[in-house]
Structure formats: C-alpha cells, structure tokens
C-alpha cells in the first residue's frame, strides 16, 4: 500500500510538471521571424534573453527562434 502510494506520488509529480511546461506564459515571442509572434510562448518553450543594448532588459524567444549560439 504505502509502495504504491510513493509510486503515485512520483507520477502525478511528473503529470503536474507536465501541466506546468505545457501552460502559456505571459510573453509573446521576439524574433522577427517568428512564425507565431502574437501567441503566448508555452513555458517548455520559453527561451529568455537579457539585452544590454539599448538598455538591460529580458526578451523572450521560443526556444526554436532564440538567437544561435
Ligand atoms: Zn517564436
């Protein structure tokens, strides 16, 4: 019993982990060659990135449109 309840436990751990990756944040993506750039970015995909020019600020990306490293 006390097994299965810790096996339960590690699966719905894992079910709301995937909840949280597939919920939309509040950022729409920067890339101007976007394909979806007014669609809220899914948090698995969020890429952010700290500019410093012109001013410090974050911009986000999908992680498919960020800037290449
Ligand atoms: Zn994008």
Known sequence: ????????????RARLKELVGGQHSTHVCASPTCPNPTDRIV???????VTMVPRRKTVFYHKTCGPKM
């Open 1 to 12: 019993m006390a097994e299965s309840n810790k096996n339960q436990t590690a699966a719905e």
């Open 43 to 49: 948090m698995r995909e969020l890429y952010p990135v």
